[in-house]
Each structure stands twice: as structure tokens, then as C-alpha cells.
């Protein structure tokens, strides 16, 4: 059987966590699994591909893939994919994973398909399922006059168990041929927030108009960093100044699907419901009844935010600490 | 000096999808058609980068069927844009063949000095039209943009990525810009620009023209369904505190998710 190709991702020096899904699920397909570790972080981590199932890695410790070139990174992986022969690449859906395969694609004729949710593999078929219209509706992509098949997997969308030290991966350095560039990045500017992103946090807690002004999302913040969650926003509040558009959960934001959703004062629009039903438990809090956003929620409060969510962080924070 | 922008006609966000009963797809009727959102974002840098470079032209390109595809093209024209080019395609073309057509007949129209996209369709949410049009073309591309300076040789953006950290890139023109939508705020059309948008004649090609072969075509959907329906909601009554500690009773006992 052909290969299967990962790429890795690496944060602080370690595998993130949607990499290791995504070994995790190659090795399990029984197909042999060789991962691509690119950068002076992925020398510390690419041990830990071995521990989670890979059996070859592609190692390249060169500093110039420390930070993500569009140019550069297609070139070495489309060395990769033709170096290695696999015939499936599996990826995460990050920012640098949606700029960069897309472009791997078109180098080398490839079908590529984004956001997956669920992914089948029984030999050379692969089947992917995917939300389109930011999660109104699903279908099943599948590829067709390609040699090579692209997935990008959303991450927290397969199980991971944890790593396991006695398996080890054959380890291939290999020095990428480098195309002349013509793009340069000058500068990384880091954000606000050292939080995981939304579209990869496990808990998010979102607020809209309901909070009445920009300065009441501190009690939003307080109540996140009390769950170790990444506070999220409606697109009125967005378009109303009060938080930046990073920070925008729906159709024209992210979308997103943690283990707990928690909408304070989201009344709950067609394209925001789009961005975040498919969270597995969702807490609306509102004071109208009749918010759309009851339809879509797990459990719901219907009260006054300022008195509710002060009073759940203070309990959140009890019950955590026992 | 020619700036392309590539826009798509997608369902208006409000929209309420539906499933044609062979799930091959959804159902078209009582669809509103609008310019993608974020494609907004890119006519409006291409008609600021027109207003400060005199003999700039701004051509926006979509690739639809064309009945109701060259509506987001009068948007466009009505908005400022000096041309306009419909490839009259099939519904279903993949962003691969999408992708090739726009950057053939981009290259056929004598290239662009830059080309703006939006860094998505809230459609199909593949992000991947705007990477392959540039590797077509063998420029360099930016995606997810939100702030745009654009000298004679290079074109300077910030790049928004994870946990709201910003990419600043250089890159040496002609270039590809996917905007985001801190970029700008996208301008109204004028009376004037819609009266004057009516009457431009759009530029047609047919897709079959193109020479793209059936080949081109890398990815195909089926089975398109619903999300599966919640359950009813569970309303925690009572006063404030005993909302609440249920709520977390129900967390952690029942959800798990705690």
C-alpha cells in the first residue's frame, strides 16, 4: 500500500495536538506512515511522531521554515509528496495549512479538499466529510484525476490516545531543494492574546449584543480564563467596534466546534448559528425566551447576563478547584 | 497597469440551506444571490489602489453560471470597477478547474500587476481558489490580508494568523492578495455607478472554451445533508443561583465536558 504523508505542526518545540490526531488516525489505517517535520522546533519534537504511530520521518531542520513561507513550504512539500510516492497528504486546517496546500495542489495536480470532519480511509479510497455554507449543510468529497489526495482536518475532530515512548520512527534528514522567492516575511507580530485559537480551543465563550457595551467583555475574559477558554464574538459587536474580527464566530468569522460553546447575550443569527452548532454542548445565556439561539443550545439560562455569568464564574471556579 | 479582482457569487448569509431530495446538492430555489463577503473586501482595495495609482484598471472576474453570476460583476462595476469578465461555467467546477480558468484567462487578458481575491467563499469555506490562481500563475500570493501598501516593485501586507498574531510579507509584484475583513470598509455603489453598471456590456467566455480539460477536475461532492437536529433545549428554571449551579451539575455529571 502507498504512503501516507503528515505534516507536521509544532508549537513551543512540542507536536500540537492536531498533529498528533492526525498520525494517530494514518497509522491506524495500516497504511505505512512517513511525517514531514520542517524547522529548528521540529528537531526537539519529531521524536514525539514516532511515539504517536509514524514509522518514518522527513526531517529538515533547515531555520528557514521557522516561520511559514507560501513559496518556500510548497516547494518542499511537493519535494516531499514525490520523494516519498504517497498518494495521501493529511494536514490541519490552520492558518498556514489552508494557505499552503491549496498552492502544493496546483504545483503538482493535486485535489484538495478543507475542514474535514470526519475522514474514511479503506485502502487507496478516501472519503471526507465536510460542512459547507459554515456548517448549514454537509456532503461527502471524494477525489477524482488525482494521483495525490489533499485532507485538511479540522482540529478536535479525532480521538488521540496518548503517546506511547516505546515506538519509535526512522529518521531521514533531507535538505529541500529551495526555489528563489518572491515572497519575504519581514516580521511576526505577536497577538494579544497567548490563548489557543478559536478554531482550536476546547472551550469557547462568546458574547454579543446582549453585554450592552465593548468594556463588559471583561466579564466574558473572566469567565474564560477560569475554564482555560478563548472568548469568541458575535458579528454585531464585531461590526460595532467593541472586539477585533479575530475574535468573529460565524458564517463571515470562524467557525468553530469546541466540547463547550457558552453564548452570553447572542441572540443567535442564521450565520452565527452556522459558525458554532457543531460545538458538542451548547450554554446559551439570554434574557429573551424566544432567541433562535435556544434551538440550538444544550442547556439554557434565560436571565440577566450581568447577574448570571459573575455567579458562574465564581461557581466554575469552586467546582474546578475540588 | 491591470488589477484583476476575482470575486464569486455565493447565498446570501441569511439564507436557510436546503437539500434537493437526491442529496446531490442544495436547493437553488429562493436563493438570494450577493458578492461574496470578503470579495467586497477586495474590490474596494482594488478601487482605493486605482484612485492613488491614475491608469490603473480594475477588471473583476467571476467564473458562475451566467445568468445570475454576472449580477455580482454590475455590483462590482457599480462600485468602480472599470471592466468586467464572466466565464460562464457549470455550478459544480472544483476550486481546481475554477482556479484555472480564472488564471487563464487572467493571462489571456495580458496578466495583472495584482490580482485581489477574497481570502474565501462562505459557500463552499475551501479557501483555495486564491493560492491556486497564483501558483498558475506563478506569482506570489498573501491570504487572510488585512492591511494592504502596494509600491511600483512590491506589494507590503499584514497577514492575520492565529490567536490574533499578524504576518507582515513582502512581495515582489505582479501579486496575489486574499483579503480578510479588517482590510477596509467596502463603499456603496453610487446612483450614478448602478445607472452606469447597467449598461457596461460584460465580457463573456465560455468555460468549454478554455481548453480545461474533464481531468481538471480534482474533487466532487455528493451526499449533501443537514446537520443532524439538537434535541430540545434543557431550560434551568429557578433564580439565579440555582441556574447556575445546575447548569454546572449538568456540565459535569451530565455533558462531561468539565
Not at chain 2, 446538492?25 to 484612485?51: C, L, Q, R, S, T
Not at chain 2, 453598471?197 to 481548453?211: H, T
Amino acid at each position: 500500500m502507498s504512503k501516507i504523508l503528515v505534516f507536521a505542526e509544532f508549537q513551543n518545540g512540542n507536536l500540537k495536538r492536531s498533529s498528533q490526531e492526525l498520525v494517530q488516525f494514518a497509522a491506524k489505517t495500516g497504511r505505512p506512515v512517513v511525517a514531514l517535520a520542517l524547522g529548528t522546533q521540529a528537531g526537539s519534537g519529531a521524536a514525539q511522531l514516532g511515539h504517536h504511530g509514524a514509522q518514518e520521518i522527513l526531517l529538515c531542520k533547515d531555520a528557514a521554515y521557522d516561520a511559514y513561507n507560501p513559496e518556500l513550504f510548497a516547494s518542499a512539500v511537493a519535494e516531499a509528496i514525490q520523494n516519498t510516492g504517497a498518494t495521501l497528504v493529511l494536514a490541519s486546517a490552520s492558518s498556514s495549512g489552508k494557505d499552503l496546500f491549496p498552492r502544493v495542489a496546483a504545483k503538482i495536480g493535486a485535489g484538495v479538499v478543507s475542514d474535514g470532519t470526519e475522514i474514511t480511509v479503506s485502502g487507496e479510497d478516501v472519503k471526507v466529510k465536510k460542512p459547507l455554507y459554515s456548517g448549514k449543510c454537509f456532503a461527502t468529497a471524494q477525489f477524482e484525476n488525482t494521483n495525490t489526495k489533499i485532507v485538511l482536518m479540522r482540529a478536535n475532530q479525532l480521538p488521540v490516545a496518548p503517546a506511547d515512548t516505546s515506538k519509535t520512527a526512522t529518521v531521514t534528514e533531507h535538505a529541500f531543494n529551495k526555489p528563489s522567492l518572491k515572497t519575504l516575511v519581514k516580521e511576526i507580530v505577536k497577538g494579544a492574546s497567548e490563548k489557543l485559537d478559536l478554531t482550536e480551543a476546547n472551550i469557547v465563550v462568546s458574547g454579543g449584543r446582549g453585554l450592552k457595551e465593548a468594556a463588559n467583555f471583561k466579564m466574558l475574559n473572566d469567565l474564560a480564563s477560569v475554564l482555560g477558554a478563548t472568548v469568541g464574538a458575535s458579528r454585531a459587536v464585531v461590526d460595532a467596534g467593541w472586539v477585533g474580527h479575530s475574535m468573529q464566530v460565524g458564517q463571515t468569522g470562524k467557525t468553530v466546534a469546541p466540547s463547550l460553546y457558552i453564548a452570553v447575550g447572542i441572540s443567535g443569527a442564521i450565520q452565527h448559528l452556522a459558525g458554532m452548532s457543531g460545538s458538542k454542548v451548547i450554554v446559551a445565556i439570554n434574557s429573551d425566551a424566544n432567541a433562535p439561539i435556544f434551538q440550538k443550545a444544550t442547556y439554557g439560562i434565560v436571565g440577566d447576563a450581568f447577574e448570571i455569568v459573575p455567579k458562574l464564574t465564581e461557581e466554575f471556579k469552586k467546582a474546578l478547584t475540588h | 497597469m491591470k488589477i484583476f479582482v476575482c470575486l464569486k457569487q455565493v447565498p446570501d448569509t441569511e439564507t436557510k440551506i436546503k437539500i434537493l431530495p437526491d442529496q446531490s446538492g442544495i436547493d437553488p430555489a429562493g436563493i438570494k444571490w450577493v458578492m461574496n463577503p470578503y470579495d467586497e473586501h477586495a474590490v474596494e482595495e482594488a478601487i482605493k489602489f486605482k484612485e492613488k495609482n491614475p491608469g490603473a484598471q480594475v477588471w473583476a472576474i467571476t467564473s458562475g453560471p451566467k445568468a445570475r453570476a454576472v449580477e455580482s460583476l454590475r455590483t462590482a462595476l457599480a462600485m468602480g470597477a472599470d471592466e468586467a469578465i464572466v466565464i460562464n461555467s457549470p455550478e459544480s467546477l472544483d476550486a481546481y478547474s475554477t482556479a484555472k480558468a480564472l488564471a487563464n484567462v487572467i493571462t489571456s487578458e495580458g496578466g495583472a500587476h495584482l490580482v485581489f481575491t477574497g481570502k474565501l467563499s462562505i459557500d463552499s469555506n475551501q479557501s483555495s481558489v486564491p493560492q491556486m490562481v497564483a501558483e498558475f500563475m506563478s506569482i506570489p500570493h498573501t491570504s487572510v490580508v488585512s492591511k494592504f501598501e502596494s509600491s511600483a516593485e512590491n506589494t507590503t501586507v499584514e497577514r492575520d494568523v492565529e490567536g490574533g498574531a499578524k504576518e507582515v510579507v513582502q512581495m515582489i509584484n505582479p501579486s496575489l492578495v486574499a483579503a480578510n475583513k479588517g482590510l477596509n470598509m467596502p463603499r456603496y455603489a453610487s446612483l450614478p455607478g448602478i445607472m452606469k453598471a447597467k449598461k457596461k456590456v460584460i465580457k463573456e467566455i465560455e468555460f468549454s472554451s478554455l481548453g480545461i480539460a474533464g481531468g481538471e477536475q480534482k474533487v466532487k461532492y455528493s451526499g449533501f445533508a443537514l446537520p443532524p437536529e439538537k434535541p430540545a433545549v434543557k431550560l434551568l428554571t429557578g433564580d439565579a443561583a440555582s441556574q447556575v449551579s445546575q447548569l454546572i451539575s449538568c456540565l459535569r455529571d451530565e455533558a462531561k465536558v468539565l
